[in-house]
């Protein structure tokens, strides 16, 4: 195992609900990500946190809310979501992120349906 | 079009045999980065390799790096049915201020089959 959990490890979600991904890291590290993964699209980065900070927004939706609370911690909100928001949800964490790049660990990922 | 590209997009080859697989790249970056992700799978670091480096290697893999051409390759010698998975490389840009800040862009990837 990575050190990287994330929970649940499939959804499946209505376009009006209200959903939440977790992801916890177990490694010490200071930054946490956010990737999508979609079929024949290549990973696609929605945030980073440093040291629970917010340094990363890649032009993602509201709809997507992430929250770090604490450097272990970190999760994506959902809520009014579209049927192409189904893809695989990555969480990865890396050392300080800004001091120079060490490797990402990446949990398993949240497998999301949205009907 | 991608700041990394895998080249084969797939590749198929028996237990025993070596395989390669390439990663071009548009702009000058700090590092490259392979993963491999088994299917539905998050991915697992393989190896990073800096960009005043040339060579790396680890067990079974060695990736090269050559800035001039702005590519990198991942060799896996004596393969096995195990080493099926999908392979990405990741490059880390400098920022403005010449230091990162933890981006990674990921190509496509390269789907490699060993077959028993």
């Known amino acids: 195992e990575t050190g990287v959990t994330q929970t649940p490890r499939h959804l499946v979600m209505g376009m009006t609900n209200k959903k939440s991904l977790k992801c916890e890291q177990h490694l010490g590290h200071n930054a946490m990500y956010w990737y999508k993964q979609s079929a024949k699209k290549p990973l696609e980065l929605m945030f980073v946190y440093n040291f629970k900070e917010q340094t990363e927004n890649n032009s993602v939706p509201s709809r997507f809310s992430p929250e770090c609370p604490n450097s272990s911690h970190l999760f994506l909100h959902l809520h009014t979501l579209q049927p192409e928001d189904s893809a695989l949800y990555l969480c990865?964490?890396?050392?300080?992120?800004?001091?120079?790049?060490?490797?990402?660990?990446f949990g398993p990922g949240t497998r999301l349906t949205v009907l | 079009s991608q700041q990394g590209e895998e080249d084969p997009q797939a590749l198929s080859i028996q237990e025993g045999e070596n395989a390669t697989m390439n990663c071009s790249y548009k702009t000058s970056i700090n590092n490259l980065q392979w993963y491999r992700q088994n299917s539905g799978r998050g991915l697992v670091h393989l190896i990073l390799?800096?960009?005043?480096?040339r060579e790396k290697h680890s067990g079974r893999l060695r990736v090269t790096l050559d800035t001039s051409k702005k590519s990198s390759s991942l060799l896996i010698t004596a393969s096995r049915a195990a080493d099926t998975a999908s392979y990405f490389c990741a490059t880390n840009l400098p920022n403005a201020g010449g230091t990162s800040y933890g981006k990674l862009t990921f190509g496509q990837g390269t789907i490699l089959t060993v077959h028993p």
């Open positions: 990865a964490s890396s050392q300080d992120g800004r001091v120079g790049l060490k490797e990402q660990f």
């Open positions: 390799i800096r960009s005043n480096e």
